[in-house]
């Protein structure tokens, strides 16, 4: 074991800046979040609660597992543009009948969301997420009647998505409890399973069940997963229950708002995300601006690939793209992170994730090797629009890396079968 190493506390030279910093940005960030739960407005929730019928989020807890978490994606999708905070659209992961399921569910109280294409692109992440990583989806579907028509919905991409969940053999249920327009019409159109609340939601050529109430409805469509009767095709988690890490996930605010390279280095981040701060440095000796190992997470199996900055040579190149040949020969997830204002991957490396086909978590650095899951830690300004999935608290790093970790191991976690597949790297040399 390699225990990580710290020397960074709230004595550092820029240790509170950096934390109030981060906590500002945050603040920011909640009142953004808050602005989305909201929904169309207190008019508006007022008079949907008032016909019995339950919002986006509501219909969310009741489908769940009780007490099962819920890793919500682009929360704040929209943010700083002309459409609604959140896109009218809940997206996220959770737990039904014991399966990790991508649910989606549409707001009817809020207003335009069948033209908005902020809602569309968080539908189509949303079903390629499902896609990729074999999570049966349940769509929760009901648009503003306001702006409902009626006829075929006008789109294409969102039904292009879920016929590849249909090529792959990823179920679908469809829960629909009222009208419904745009590209979110397909949804239940498309589903494997659809089910129906009398008397409010719009005939479908086919429902298979209707529910009485929307209550019912949830407790159908927690039926249906629970007869699919879904299986993990991943291995489970290496260790369990996983050790906690040895530094405090406090220190990660400083590290997330700091301007100095001494609090962005990134081996003080896996100090406070890895189980147990335990990391094995892969050619440490080797290239400067790369740093790559292996460790676990939640106890999880995972390799890490960082830039610490400054700029790379051909040795940092071939030491990234043999690493990345090593997790895809042994099927290991890869963690892709980038901790401050520090530089990409280079090119190289950057074609050996393209034929990478090991899961990628990435954390800072948008969606560079097309991530399973991608995330970003706050920084000044809106970054509601950005190619991740969500703002996420710097002191829930390890928290949701490891639910995404945990729904990457529903589908087989497979690498490239043959070191050639790469282009450069230590088999070229």
Same mark, same amino acid.
């Given at each position: 074991m390699t225990v990580l190493d710290t020397a960074i506390d709230a004595r550092t030279p820029g240790y509170l800046e950096g934390r109030n910093t981060t906590l500002d940005r945050l603040e920011r960030l909640e009142a953004a979040i808050e602005e989305a739960r909201a929904g169309g407005g207190e008019r508006?929730?007022?008079?949907?609660?008032?016909?019995?019928k339950l919002l986006p989020r509501e219909r969310v807890e009741m489908l769940l597992d009780q007490d099962a978490p819920f890793l919500e994606l682009s929360p704040v999708c929209g943010w700083g543009t002309e459409f609604a905070v959140g896109a009218g659209v809940v997206t996220g992961i959770g737990v039904v009948e014991a399966a990790e399921c991508m649910i989606i569910a549409t707001d009817p109280t809020v207003e335009g969301t069948s033209v908005n294409p902020y809602a569309v692109e968080k539908i189509r992440r949303a079903v390629r997420i499902a896609a990729a990583n074999r999570l049966p989806l349940v769509n929760l579907v009901e648009s503003a009647a306001e702006t409902t028509t009626n006829g075929s919905p006008p789109g294409g991409g969102v039904a292009r998505d879920l016929s590849r969940l249909a090529g792959a053999r990823v179920p679908t249920v469809g829960v629909v409890f009222g009208p419904t327009s745009g590209d979110a019409a397909y949804l239940p159109a498309l589903s494997d399973y659809t089910i129906l609340v009398r008397g409010h939601a719009k005939s479908l050529p086919r429902a298979d069940q209707l529910a009485e109430d929307e209550r019912d409805a949830l407790r159908l469509a927690r039926q249906?997963?629970?007869?699919?009767?879904?299986?993990?095709?991943?291995?489970?988690?290496?260790?369990?229950?996983?050790?906690?890490?040895?530094? !405090? %996930?406090? #220190?990660?605010?400083?590290?997330?708002? &700091?301007?100095?390279? $001494?609090l962005?280095?990134?081996?003080?981040? =896996?100090?406070?995300?890895? !189980? %147990?701060? #335990?990391?094995?440095?892969?050619?440490? &000796?080797?290239?400067? $601006?790369?740093?790559?190992?292996?460790?676990? =997470?939640?106890?999880?199996?995972?390799?890490?690939?960082?830039?610490?900055?400054g700029p790379q040579s051909a040795a940092d190149t071939q030491k990234a793209v043999h690493f990345i040949q090593l997790a895809n020969a042994t099927d290991t997830s890869l963690l892709l992170i980038r901790p401050g204002d520090t530089g990409a991957l280079g090119s190289g490396a950057v074609d050996a994730l393209a034929h990478s086909t090991v899961p990628l978590l990435a954390l800072n650095t948008g969606r560079t090797g097309d991530p399973r899951f991608a995330f970003r830690w706050p920084a000044d300004g809106p970054l509601a629009n950005g190619d991740d999935d969500g703002v996420i608290d710097p002191r829930d790093t390890r928290t949701v890396l490891g639910l995404c970790l945990s729904a990457v191991h529903s589908a087989a976690v497979e690498g490239a079968g043959h070191v050639g597949v790469f282009r450069s790297g230590k088999v070229d040399q």
């Open positions: 508006a929730v007022t008079r949907h609660h008032a016909r019995g249906c997963v629970r007869r699919l009767n879904w299986r993990k095709c991943g291995p489970q988690p290496r260790s369990f229950p996983p050790a906690e890490p040895k530094y !405090d %996930a406090e #220190d990660l605010l400083a590290l997330a708002g &700091a301007g100095r390279p $001494a962005v280095e990134p081996r003080e981040v =896996l100090a406070r995300i890895l !189980d %147990a701060s #335990d990391f094995d440095e892969f050619k440490p &000796a080797v290239g400067a $601006a790369v740093l790559a190992g292996w460790g676990e =997470l939640h106890g999880y199996p995972v390799g890490v690939l960082s830039t610490s900055g």
